[in-house]
């Protein structure tokens, strides 16, 4: 409870206490982001397995209650060793945007929302939460709050407040024929109702769910949220919202309606058809992107659903690689988005033909940026190669056509996202020689940012590199945590 209210609180008191001068509220963000971490991991080590605390009784089946179980350790740390990072980051990045109070105040408050999501013992705290995650995000969106700060909001707000519409159903569905309260296999009785009802509650709820985690075709706000700062970005195609979304889902499939339902049903072809469809379309769509934020946008419509992919083979081995995936993925992505983010903040450069011959002007960014596209890219022995293996293995091991089609389009994924990384990392770092991009740009621009955004690029490009040199052992910890 404290971690989940700590942040929350402290972002409220931020305006209205305004701490003295820039330096004070940087004091303040990174004080209240390192200990809402440390409570988070404290309640994650202290807490896990114990018995739901309940808040507030609102009924017979109706409750506000919170538990660490083996899913939330899993989100909730990497909630919570990410999030500081992205604080101390965004101390620089946000000294040019202005409006820094306001920033910081829904930043730090959407960590303890996050958590929230994380930690929720039942299928209404965590809808409580995910839909507070939408309110608190909003603001950070719109921040330039210009013509297309505005735009992306409304749109944002359209798309989440339509998926949650969908997901209430499920939720009373769960409500209804369960006990809605989250356990492994799933609570759901059949009884009292058909089975073909309760899996058209089941779709309405993935795709509800699945806005957030840009399932097509509810995947359009993430590329209109593009225009909010880079520290937003980033956590938003990173930690939280869209990991939220792949969270919902899980505890819908997993922890609510159960695998044993949904196994071998129409339901699950039909969510593994739109599946298989959004992991190619999403990276074909990459490819042919120039901008370089909404390139790595779509590169995360892609990714989500390679995490899905493993959660709807509705096998345990699936589950534990989705999982796997996820936190690789998070890991990969904010440290690409940081680079990108740098590149804006040092150059203004927001394309990907712009940044021709930067690489040499911009060593740390753009050598972090090669070896986290690497590790997505899936080279052998970085963190995205096991976790794309396992998918592949677990969605052909189904042994029906989708499970195949599966292996094939991470495949076809796989080729896609090498051609729209490296396209980068090659124009950087070896420009056609008639392009004399670097005198273009001003002397005091060509080097890498302060170390308040360096530091986290080679902290996050270093954790890539051990993910993926242990790999096998973090798969082998989310299982434990899910499963013992």
């Known amino acids: 409870m404290l971690a989940v209210l700590f942040p929350i609180l402290s972002g409220g008191m931020l305006p209205i206490w305004k701490p003295r001068g820039r330096r004070g509220r940087q004091h303040y963000v990174l004080f209240v982001s390192c200990m809402t971490a440390v409570l988070s991991l404290t309640a994650i080590s202290e807490m896990k397995g114990a018995e739901a605390v309940v808040l507030v009784h609102l009924g017979e089946r109706l409750s506000v209650a919170f538990q660490v179980d083996g899913l939330g350790c899993v989100f909730g740390t990497m909630v919570s060793l990410l999030w500081p990072l992205a604080c101390l980051y965004a101390l620089e990045y946000m000294s040019r945007e202005g409006g820094e109070d306001r920033f910081f105040s829904f930043y730090l408050a959407a960590f303890g929302v996050t958590l929230g999501v994380a930690f929720s013992a039942n299928i209404l705290t965590m809808y409580f939460f995910y839909e507070l995650l939408t309110l608190v995000t909003l603001p950070l969106v719109m921040h330039g709050m210009d013509g297309k700060a505005r ?8 798309y989440s407040m339509s998926g949650a519409a969908l997901g209430f159903i499920a939720m009373v569905f769960l409500l209804q024929y369960g006990s809605g309260m989250f ?49 937003v970005t980033a956590l938003l195609h990173a930690v939280a919202v869209v990991k939220a979304g792949v969270f919902a889902v899980v505890r819908l499939t997993w922890y609510g309606f159960g695998p044993d339902i949904l196994r071998g049903t129409w339901a699950q072809d039909l969510v593994l058809a739109a599946i298989l469809f959004t992991i190619v379309f999403g990276s074909s769509k990459a490819l042919q992107t120039k901008h370089l934020k909404r390139r790595l946008a779509w590169s995360t419509i892609s990714n989500l659903s390679y995490v899905l992919l493993g959660v709807m083979t509705l096998s345990t081995a699936g589950l534990v690689a989705g999982m796997t995936h996820m936190v690789f993925h998070a890991v990969l992505k904010i440290t690409l988005f940081f680079g990108v983010g740098a590149v804006h903040y040092k150059m203004h450069r927001d394309f990907v033909p712009d940044i021709e011959g930067c690489g040499p002007l911009m060593p740390v960014v753009f050598s972090t940026f090669t070896v986290t ?57 070896f420009p056609r020689q008639h ?18 955004m360096t530091i986290p690029l080679v902290v996050l490009a270093l954790a890539s590199v051990i993910l993926g040199l242990m790999a096998q052992e973090v798969y082998l910890g989310i299982s434990r945590l899910l499963f013992l």
């Not at 998918?391 to 052909?396: I, K």
């Not at 392009?435 to 308040?452: F, Y």
């Open 151 to 158: 735009y992306a909001g409304r749109v944002y707000l359209v």
């Open 373 to 429: 596209a690497m590790g997505l890219m899936g080279v052998p022995p970085l963190a995205g190669f096991t976790s794309k293996w396992l998918l592949a293995t677990s969605s052909v091991a189904l042994g029906t056509p989708l499970g195949y089609l599966g292996g094939a389009a991470l495949i076809a994924s796989a080729i896609l996202t090498a051609l729209y990384l490296m396209q980068i990392v090659m124009l950087a770092f």
């Open 435 to 452: 392009r004399a991009i670097s005198v273009r740009i001003p002397r005091q621009a060509r080097r890498d940012p302060g170390v308040r």
């Open 183 to 231: 356990r492994l296999g799933g609570t759901l009785i059949s009884e009292g109702t058909s089975l073909d009802t309760l899996l058209v509650a089941y779709v309405l709820g993935f795709f509800g769910f699945g806005v957030k985690a840009a399932v097509f075709p509810g995947h359009k706000w993430l590329l209109r949220a593009s225009v909010a700062p880079t520290p």
